[in-house]
């Protein structure tokens, strides 16, 4: 009796009926639902300024994200003001002015690439990457816009004008590289293919004495010996191991830029640019005469 009289009027406090409970509930679940989509929206605008995938898309963001390789001279290089510099880099520019936006550069190698596209980070790749199958599955690859060709470098005086001579000769290569596949599958006798973690690391291997040859992209060998003034060594332009292509890479569904990097590159090769780069960074043409399409 005391609690029923202390509900009907013996307390100040006024308990809440059932449509008051309602009421707050409805208040709680509506809070609820505006701030997750608050949160989705804020997500989606975030999504869009990273994961740009449509020509519009770029347009409206102002700024084209480039991953560019870098760490391999020739092809690129730091310039006064640490900025990343080069073919690759002169490439990502003249994509930023065809397309009418700015230009953001975003340093990537061979690891870390497949992950920033991947990611959002960047809305494409100008890093290097040779279309191949496997890649395919993940990413949509352009038409080439350059080539390297795979040799060869031994001293002067180190016979390699045909495979058989590298019957008993130790030859360094980055550890699972293409080079790597490709030598260590001729099955040449007394041949012994010697891996290292990556191309320095092979290339100082030749320079030191610890194997007789490398095999390495020939215009990356041809700057080392160069500015390093290794004047006995040569790149044994007899025994070409394979020339490959690097491809843009754009994520699945960005089709409409994938054909518009197409369009580009074909005008960039037939008015004669992509060619003034090579020669600009690298000293010589693109290898390999006219880049194939697919």
Known sequence: MAAEAALQGGSSRRMPT??????LMISKLLRRTFVAATIVAAASGFATASKAQSIADI???GTVTIGVLTGIPPYDTVDASGNTDGFLADMARDV??????KLQIVPVNNASRAAALESGRVDLLIAQMTATPERAKTFLMTNPYGAYEMRFIGLKDTKIEKLEDLAGK???????????VAVSGYGIDGLEVVR????ALAMQALISGQVDATAAVATVAQDT????NLTDLEIKADVPIFTLYWSMAVRKDAAELHQWLNNFIYYQ????RINELHKK??????????????
């Open 18 to 23: 059932m449509f008051n409970w309602e009421e």
């Open 59 to 61: 347009a409206a963001k």
């Open 96 to 101: 930023a002015a065809a397309l009418g936006t």
């Open 170 to 180: 130790r030859v360094s290569v980055p550890k699972g590289s293409t080079q790597d």
């Open 196 to 199: 290292f973690d990556d191309d």
């Open 225 to 228: 010996i160069k500015k390093r």
């Open 269 to 272: 090769e037939v008015t004669g």
């Open 281 to 294: 960074w690298v000293g010589v043409p693109v290898p390999g005469g006219k880049l194939p399409s697919f």
